[in-house]
């Protein structure tokens, strides 16, 4: 966890089997830009920290020798070498089930060290030293997520010709505050502030210089079905199916209920969100 919280094991308790079907992939396009941004051509090797099941590094994994994902939960690893196998990686993947404050020895050295919305649940400022000493000379890291650039995700929001109703996001929110109160959760315990940012700040301190952005473009119209959007809520840290406890039942009826009557047809419509990719050097 970030510095002066210790880990929690149950954070993504239960969320592993949800998190695939429920997330939204990262934009198309991703792999291609970054092939082509780091001159990546089937050799080297990648380090993807926080793998979780496996969206980052099976999806780049035809870009590199080999490929190693860390995650310190169980289930996590376990969905990802399913991915890696369903995608006919398996061969070049490995899976380590270990925090990545802890990393085992005889990992060796990588071309690529890659974040995925991960970084902020770490002891950043330790992390990031590990992570330039496990980078060989002109190694990269790459931190991902969606794109956070106002004017950007409002044109994604937009919802002219979309051919149903969006997800209602807001409500959903409130129902899940409803069972299990106004402060966020993260795990066993409680996230008021909710997760840092300042990336940037800690990278350079690490001795990485750059950033380098590369903007991989959203807008197109997903489809959703009403069992993904529950599987989006239960792949969520502040509501993974443990914490619900003995109500899950009910909150899951209280959802689909609450779904039903926003999208009678059981589909929902929204736009891919785009991706963007800051690249430090080693």
């Known amino acids: 966890m970030t510095a002066g919280r210790e880990w929690d094991d149950a954070l993504f308790l ?3 089997p949800y998190y695939r079907r429920g ?3 990262y934009a198309p396009g991703l792999a291609d830009t970054l092939a082509e941004a780091l001159e ?3 050799r080297g090797r990648l380090i993807d920290m926080g793998c979780g099941p496996g969206t980052l590094a099976v999806g780049l994994a035809h870009l590199f020798a080999e490929v190693v994902g860390v995650d310190p939960d169980r289930g996590m690893i376990a969905e990802a070498g399913r ?3 369903e995608a006919g990686v398996a061969a070049k993947a490995r899976w380590v089930e270990a925090r990545a404050e802890e990393l085992p020895d005889g990992l060796g050295t990588f071309t690529v ?3 995925g919305q991960s970084f902020h649940w770490m002891d950043r400022d330790l992390v990031a030293a590990e992570v330039r000493g496990l980078l060989r ?3 990269v890291l790459v931190h991902v997520s969606d794109v956070k650039t106002s004017d950007v995700r ?3 929001r937009s919802v002219e010709d979309l051919p149903y109703p969006t997800v209602p996001y807001e409500a959903v929110d409130e129902l899940v505050k409803r069972y299990l109160g106004p402060v966020r959760r993260a795990g066993r315990g409680l996230l008021p502030q909710g997760t840092p940012g300042g990336e940037n ?4 301190r690490a001795g990485f210089s750059g950033p380098r952005r590369l903007v991989v473009p959203g807008g197109q119209a997903l489809v959703r079905t009403r069992d993904d959007v529950v599987a989006g809520v239960f792949s969520r840290s502040f509501s993974a199916p443990h914490l619900f406890g003995a109500h899950r039942d009910a909150f899951e009826q209280d959802l689909a209920r609450l779904l039903r009557d926003a999208s009678p047809s059981d589909r929902f419509s929204e736009r891919q969100p785009g991706t963007e990719a800051f690249v430090w050097h080693r």
């Open 113 to 115: 060290a890659t974040f």
């Open 40 to 42: 990546l051509d089937g």
């Open 83 to 85: 991915a890696a196998a």
């Open 23 to 25: 997330r939204i992939p």
């Open 137 to 139: 000379t002109g190694g």
């Open 154 to 156: 409002a044109e994604e």
């Open 14 to 16: 239960g969320a592993a």
């Open 201 to 204: 700040e800690v990278y350079a």
